[in-house]
T-cell receptor, first 113, second 110 residues
């Protein structure tokens, strides 16, 4: 299994809603990531988990809350988002270490109304 | 200064052309370099890693110049299906963190 699976593929939520994005990989990768990508821009790093522990938080607002229940799963909990948070949210995983690239999931396209 | 810089393009080339993209990086301690391809409304996909000695995969050749701190991607005999945005990716001091260039858009025309 060489895939990173993200659900849902599309999500529309109101500014008062609470929702969660889910990401799963079974490649034995110990580093997992959340990225945010706006149209015509490169992905922007949000969070990095290494061995199930949060290792990098790129000063992301607290309305985004990551969670890593186990080595295969990564969640992103969303609460009180703003319309400008609408974007493609990408999960990625990689083997630990500098020499390995990411494998990305297909993303969740989020629209906040 | 940005960590990774790319010419955004677009590069408009005819089928069969050879096209090259460059990407410069600011951190001389960077160790890992990659080229990703992203199609419209899709996720980035790893195209190839870039090794110090340069490496080739079919029509694609990647080069690294540490002295000048740039990486390049050469595409020979361009196909219509090569039309995409090409992102260069460089690791940061923290090896679990990578910086993306802004991407170079390639349009291959018939």
């Amino acid at each position: 299994d060489t895939e990173v699976t993200q659900t849902p593929k599309h999500l529309v939520m109101g500014m008062t809603n609470k929702k969660s994005l889910k990401c799963e990989q079974h490649m034995g990768h110990r580093a997992m990531y959340w990225y945010k990508q706006k149209a015509k821009k490169p992905p922007e790093l949000m969070f990095v988990y290494s061995y199930e522990k949060l290792s990098i938080n790129e000063s992301v607002p607290s309305r985004f809350s990551p969670e890593c229940p186990n080595s295969s799963l990564l969640n992103l909990h969303l609460h009180a988002l703003q319309p400008e948070d609408s974007a493609l949210y990408l999960c990625a995983s990689s083997q630990e270490g500098a020499n390995y690239g990411y494998t990305f999931g297909s993303g969740t396209r989020l629209t906040v109304v | 200064r940005k960590e990774v810089e790319q010419d955004p393009g677009p590069f408009n080339v005819p089928e069969g052309a050879t096209v090259a993209f460059n990407c410069t990086y600011s951190n001389s301690a960077s160790q890992s370099f990659f080229w990703y391809r992203q199609d419209c409304r899709k996720e980035p996909k790893l195209l190839m890693s870039v090794y110090s000695s340069g490496n080739e995969d079919g029509r694609f050749t990647a080069q690294l110049n540490r002295a000048s701190q740039y990486i390049s991607l050469l595409i020979r005999d361009s196909k219509l299906s090569d039309s995409a945005t090409y992102l260069c990716v460089v690791n940061a001091k923290d090896f679990n963190k990578f910086y993306f260039g802004s991407g170079t858009k390639l349009n291959v025309k018939p």
